[in-house]
């Protein structure tokens, strides 16, 4: 599964796996987004699926914000790593 893939991505640092990091739950939210946003180009009407994009959208940015708080440096790491934010080209 694409998890598996990913965790000795995040875990660059520590050699165990946890899947209970910011990263990997950032990467999981992230790979759920993009089914959800995928199923809701055909099915435009699904309003239970739009419900549960928008909890996880929350959820991926309160983590998100912690993170940047916390650790500006694994944030700016992740968000390229995932390419989530348009970088500014200034």
């Known amino acids: 599964m694409?998890?598996?893939?990913f965790i000795p991505v995040?875990?660059?640092?520590?050699?165990?796996?946890?899947?209970?990091?910011?990263?990997?739950?950032?990467?999981?939210?992230?790979?759920k987004i993009r089914r959800l946003t995928s199923h809701l180009e055909l099915h435009r009407k699904d309003?239970?699926?739009?419900?549960?994009?928008?909890?996880?959208?929350?959820?991926?940015?309160?983590?998100?914000?912690y993170l940047s708080k916390k650790n500006g440096i694994r944030y700016k790491k992740l968000?390229?790593?995932l390419n989530i934010r348009e970088s500014k080209t200034r």
């Open 10 to 31: 995040i875990s660059q640092e520590k050699k165990d796996e946890n899947p209970g990091s910011i990263e990997f739950q950032v990467f999981s939210f992230t790979n």
């Open 79 to 81: 968000i390229n790593q």
């Open 47 to 65: 309003y239970l699926s739009q419900r549960g994009l928008r909890k996880i959208l929350g959820k991926r940015q309160r983590l998100l914000s």
């Open 2 to 5: 694409v998890k598996n893939s």
